[in-house]
């Protein structure tokens, strides 16, 4: 479920460079949009992340970073369905190296849960990545963001994640291979 005038607060925030927790597939994720710098080295600081382990980011369609990608999407990528995966893609220079970790490739899934979709149509590609300090439990509900991390981030949306138990499967976008499942 997601509730419009929520929707509407949270893109605003997330525009004006904020760090927002969003419910996700399976899991809270703390987001901001792929451009700000700034909100991402927020995110990696709310949770205590070493910045070369890179993050994921969400799109609605592959060509959204495409300007980045080195390689062409896999038509399996594009017609994916049922539980995400986060695609690995070779990317060129100018992809910023807060999203890649220093690597040479980034995270990429496309997502089809109904409330991200609407939420990134308004903001554009969001940087993704579980809402907990590094090396702790990913949190699963509202209440737990609230808990540990409402005095953190600039706003805590309302809703519930897709229900998946499994983190998204990780795969390679050029041969397709399965790298976690």
Request: aromatic share 4%; net charge positive.
């Amino acid at each position: 479920m997601i509730f419009v005038n929520d929707l509407t607060s949270n893109a605003d925030i997330l525009m004006s460079g904020g760090v927002s927790a969003i419910p996700t597939e399976g899991v809270w994720g703390l987001s901001c949009r792929v451009g700000s710098l700034a909100a991402i080295g927020r995110i990696l600081q709310i949770k205590q992340r070493d910045p070369t382990k890179g993050l994921i980011t969400l799109v609605t369609e592959f060509d959204d970073l495409a300007h980045w990608y080195a390689c062409p999407i896999l038509e399996e990528a594009d017609q994916e369905s049922g539980r995400p995966s986060t695609w690995i893609i070779p990317v060129n220079l100018q992809c910023p190296t807060l999203l890649t970790g220093g690597r040479q490739s980034l995270a990429v899934r496309r997502v089809t849960m109904p409330a991200l979709v609407r939420l990134i149509d308004l903001t554009g590609p969001l940087v993704s990545t579980s809402a907990n300090r590094s090396g702790r439990a990913a949190c699963l509900t509202r209440w737990q963001v609230m808990n540990q991390l409402a005095h953190l981030v600039d706003h805590v949306a309302r809703g519930r994640t897709q229900g998946y138990l499994k983190p998204s499967t990780i795969r390679d976008m050029q041969t397709g291979t399965i790298i976690r499942d």
